[in-house]
């Protein structure tokens, strides 16, 4: 049946409408980043053949873990940005701020896969010249070279050090050594408790032996604990201030102890667990020393621990 003119009018501007308010819709959803009907940019790959070229090179950081540290050594990650693998002969340190280069153990090298890093250990001196001209200088932060002699080819650059692993370590040795001309800190192998069973609180014993020699004060101001270890009292650090003489009476420390958590996962973490940090004051002047328990407090620390905590 054909629509007469009037219907068809109507019919038109009815059709009119409705094309609006779908034009409209969709121009909103468009418009809208925020739309979930809004597809994501599509990436584009690069055409085989435009990736980045090697450049050529090797480049090189320092970095140090937990069990790096408790195990007394860091490591010089290197990178081979080269087109082939790399099996390094010798790889040298060398900074200002130590008195000898540093050598990767040859028992330690391994092929570096190019477009790949790895890490090789360094063990640092026993002892350092800390009276030296820039041994203690905060600025010579990223100032270590490494060469890398790798069949015909000889590497060399500078290593990068964004967290001053080199000047954290000679910052504790240098304090270290000026500590030991007053005293040695030591932890007791023990913690004894004052109850069996969950919730029981130990004591960690810090034992100061003066060194004999006259004309050293040392005061020991604060102790912090570590991710599993706290003080049972507040505040969470603990604050002996003790004072000793070098040539006076060795003494013995007690810190309430209690563990500062008690997931599994604190158990494991890392080898920084029985370290902690000493601060003091010697002669006057401040410094601070990171005091690891030995194999047999460790042991104790962790018994005492599983068992406060009601994991035995």
């Not at 094309?19 to 925020?34: F, G, I, M, Q, R």
């Not at 090189?60 to 937990?66: D, F, H, K, T």
């Not at 896969?113 to 001209?133: M, T």
């Not at 041994?135 to 790798?150: M, T």
Request: glycine share 8%; aromatic share 4%.
């Amino acid at each position: 049946m054909a629509l007469s003119a009037l219907g068809a009018a109507r019919w038109a501007a009815l059709l009119t409408a409705v094309l609006s308010v779908l034009l409209a819709t969709t121009s909103c959803v468009a418009d809208d980043d925020s739309s979930d009907d809004v597809p994501a940019p599509t990436s584009l790959s690069a055409p085989p053949g435009e990736s980045a070229a090697p450049t050529g090179r090797l480049t090189a950081e320092m970095r140090q873990s937990s069990i790096d540290a408790s195990l007394g050594r860091m490591q010089v990650w290197i990178t081979n940005d080269t087109r082939r693998d790399r099996l390094p002969g010798t790889i040298v340190y060398r900074d200002h701020r130590l008195p000898a280069p540093l050598r990767v153990d040859s028992a330690r090298l391994r092929t570096i896969p190019a477009g790949s890093e790895r890490g090789f250990p360094l063990v640092p001196p026993a002892r350092l010249d800390c009276d030296a001209p820039g041994v203690g200088d905060p600025s010579a932060e990223g100032s270590g070279l490494v060469q890398v002699r790798a069949a015909d080819r000889i590497f060399r650059a500078r290593v990068s050090d964004e967290t001053d692993v080199v000047g954290r370590f000679v910052a504790l040795r240098c304090a270290e050594q000026g500590l030991a001309e007053a005293a040695t800190l030591a932890w007791a192998p023990t913690i004894p408790v004052d109850r069996p069973g969950a919730g029981a609180r130990g004591v960690l014993t810090l034992v100061v032996r003066p060194s004999g020699a006259p004309g050293h004060v040392l005061r020991i101001d604060a102790v912090a604990g570590s991710h599993l270890f706290a003080s049972a009292e507040v505040p969470a650090v603990w604050e002996p201030g003790v004072t000793v003489r070098s040539d006076g009476r060795p003494t013995r420390i007690p810190l309430p102890l209690t563990p500062a958590r008690c997931d599994p996962h604190a158990f494991v973490e890392g080898g920084g667990a029985t370290a902690f940090r000493v601060r003091f004051h010697l002669d006057g002047v401040p410094g601070e020393v990171l005091l690891r328990m030995d194999e047999a407090g460790r042991r104790a620390a962790f018994a005492f621990a599983r068992e406060s905590c009601g994991l035995d």
